[in-house]
């Protein structure tokens, strides 16, 4: 169901989606609760924890996992072997920093041909709308619940926002202060590598040529 947007305008779109339009409580068939914070939240109220995840697509060969990081978290902090579709739904630009929201990190960009290149994909998995979605990012809240609300608008309604993400929350104080040990994939044990599968994992064209 592919439509001749942009990704950029999508996310802009979805980001300023006011709280009629985002649902404040998990449906009552969700497996968790929603988030507290309504940012957080997705219009499709499902809600899901990584040990529900887990069992979901291991039990369910239509539930699909798609982790929306990008290539270097895969490969320096980990990924799940379970996921079927690793699309980044945002790239950074290593030109220069974040001059938007003035962070100490490079520019983020939206990936314009994220829709297009998630629907490829999950069509050579013979999925389609009513396929089981599980959006995985790095906590769940600035990459998988904006991509679950773009899904929404192209029809998508069975996506799981994974709570947590793969690294979970941050600790708030101690000594550990800032550290992701907070629930997410990884800290609750959930089945995970850093060994990159090229059968799986997206590439990035950078125009060079190695000899």
Not at 129 to 146: D, Q
Not at 197 to 206: H, I, N
């Amino acid at each position: 169901m592919k439509l001749n947007k942009t990704l950029a305008g999508l996310l802009l779109s979805a980001g300023m989606m006011t709280s009629a339009s985002v649902m404040a409580n998990a449906l009552p068939h969700s497996p968790s609760l929603a988030p507290e914070r309504e940012s957080h939240q997705i219009p499709q109220g499902l809600y899901i924890s990584p040990e529900q995840a887990y069992e979901m697509v291991k039990s369910d060969d239509n539930a699909i996992l798609v982790d929306v990081r990008t290539p270097e978290e895969w490969m320096f902090v980990g990924y799940s072997p379970l996921a079927k579709i690793m699309l980044p739904s945002v790239m950074f630009d290593y030109s220069q920093m974040d001059t938007v929201q003035n962070m100490p990190r490079y520019m983020p960009a939206p990936n314009p041909n994220w829709i297009a290149d998630f629907e490829d994909r999950l069509a050579d998995l013979d999925g389609n709308e009513e396929t089981k979605l599980i959006i995985m990012c790095r906590s769940a809240s600035e990459r998988a619940a904006p991509m679950a609300r773009i899904l929404d608008q192209y029809g998508y309604k069975n996506v799981y926002l994974l709570l947590g993400g793969f690294e979970g929350g941050t600790v708030r104080e101690g000594e550990k202060k800032g550290f992701r040990l907070v629930n997410g994939w990884k800290n609750s044990g959930m089945p995970w590598t850093y060994d990159i599968d090229p059968d799986v994992v997206y590439f990035k064209k950078y125009g060079v040529t190695y000899e």
